[in-house]
């Protein structure tokens, strides 16, 4: 059903209402609505975000668009004795302009101020801890995810994120240091699980313990479970298959690992990151033609945005060797050249480096 908006200027009396509001103000991206949804944030909120701050975070335009949300359900979770004055709402939804109607979930965190319903909302917090995890300043994301968490102890996405930071800590660990870490990534975890059980992306992170753990089987069971979720995106889906890939290609189980790459590339013919690990499956076979045809495929896309920086060198580094063994050194060299100004501290790229430089003479 299409939810009417009702006005804003009386009180939200109910955690429905003033969530009804918010995502009807956000109807067409204007600015007009958006600086409306200022108003409807908890004071705390407003604490952390100025309304101008608020609007740069959000960026809407001067005249509305056509986006749209449909509400086509909306209820509220039971309350919790330890946050009484907490209310979360949760809403199944679709774009208007999605003709495939794909529901979506969301999730809202609202709070009682004496006696009217204010929405609570800590993203610039949370872009300012991605900002820290991405340069790999872990106990400072750390420290902005507990901020948020003070402010909204329903977020998954905060908890979800925190045991990102963990598990790359405990990469980074000695062996006496990595159980404490294991155990940390597997409560925020499952804390974000608990709080949203239908979004898939919390599999994922989940998946993060049986990583470290060597459990691949039970890596293999988080993402079957995500992709079988009512509510996982076709594109979600796709990212969790070539994620499955990588379980498969591990244990050399290699028609399954096809099949998985396959399936996300059914999804998405020009993702690069599902180009690349099917690419994997050939390489790791010694097929290193049909190898390089997927490599280069990659190279056709946008990979140097959609594939992190440790992706970028292994996807270089595979190309170069495939060269290698099918005797293009001028290639090899090139992409062997591209990794080490990626990442110059690449160990297994500047032993590649090395040995085709010796070959090449």
């Known amino acids: 059903m299409l939810v009417a908006f009702t006005g804003c200027k009386r009180p939200a009396k109910t955690p429905e209402d003033v969530v009804r509001r918010y995502v009807w103000l956000a109807q067409g991206r204007s600015v007009r609505g958006y600086a409306a949804r200022y108003g409807l944030l908890s004071t705390d909120s407003k604490k952390i975000a100025s309304r101008d701050e608020y609007l740069e975070f959000y960026k809407p335009k001067p005249q509305a668009d056509s986006s749209?949300?449909?509400?086509?359900?909306?209820?509220?979770?039971?309350?919790?004795?330890?946050?009484?004055?907490?209310r979360r709402v949760r809403l199944v939804v679709h774009q208007r302009t999605d003709t495939l109607r794909s529901p979506q979930v969301w999730y809202f965190t609202t709070v009682n101020e004496n006696g009217t319903w204010r929405v609570t909302w800590m993203q610039s917090?949370?872009?300012?801890?991605?900002?820290?995890?991405?340069?790999?300043?872990?106990?400072?994301?750390?420290?902005?995810y507990d901020k948020a968490l003070e402010l909204d102890p329903y977020s998954a996405q905060a908890y979800s994120e925190r045991a990102w930071c963990y598990d790359r800590k405990a990469n980074l660990a000695r062996d006496d240091e990595k159980q404490n870490l294991?155990?940390?990534?597997?409560?925020?975890?499952?804390?974000?699980?608990?709080?949203?059980?239908?979004?898939?992306?919390?599999?994922?992170?989940?998946?993060?313990?049986?990583?470290?753990?060597?459990?691949?089987?039970?890596?293999?069971?988080?993402?079957?479970?995500?992709?079988?979720?009512?509510?996982?995106?076709?594109?979600?889906?796709?990212?969790?298959?070539?994620?499955?890939?990588?379980?498969?290609?591990?244990?050399?189980?290699?028609?399954?690992?096809?099949?998985?790459?396959?399936?996300?590339?059914?999804?998405?013919?020009?993702?690069?990151?599902?180009?690349?690990?099917?690419?994997?499956?050939?390489?790791?076979?010694?097929?290193?033609?049909?190898?390089?045809?997927?490599?280069?495929r990659v190279f056709e896309t946008d990979w140097e945005n959609q594939l992190d920086k440790q992706n970028q060198v292994q996807l270089l580094s595979s190309a170069a060797l495939s060269e290698f063994m099918l005797q293009d050194n001028d290639a090899a060299l090139t992409h062997v050249l591209k990794a080490l100004e990626i990442s110059p501290g690449d160990k297994s790229a500047q032993e590649l480096y090395r040995f085709v430089k010796l070959k090449s003479k």
Request: with cysteine; hydrophobic share 40%; glycine share 4%.
């Open 182 to 296: 294991v155990g940390l990534i597997e409560s925020n975890a499952r804390k974000a699980l608990a709080l949203e059980p239908e979004n898939p992306d919390l599999y994922n992170t989940l998946a993060l313990v049986f990583t470290q753990q060597q459990l691949p089987e039970l890596r293999i069971e988080c993402y079957r479970k995500a992709i079988a979720l009512p509510y996982c995106p076709g594109w979600k889906k796709r990212s969790l298959y070539a994620n499955l890939v990588s379980c498969y290609l591990a244990m050399e189980r290699w028609t399954q690992a096809k099949a998985c790459a396959d399936s996300a590339l059914a999804i998405d013919s020009t993702d690069a990151f599902a180009l690349f690990v099917r690419g994997n499956v050939e390489f790791l076979q010694h097929r290193y033609k049909q190898a390089g045809s997927f490599y280069d």
């Open 68 to 86: 749209f949300a449909v509400i086509e359900s909306m209820s509220t979770v039971p309350g919790d004795q330890a946050h009484p004055s907490y």
């Open 125 to 144: 917090i949370l872009s300012r801890a991605d900002e820290f995890y991405d340069k790999g300043m872990y106990e400072e994301a750390i420290a902005q």
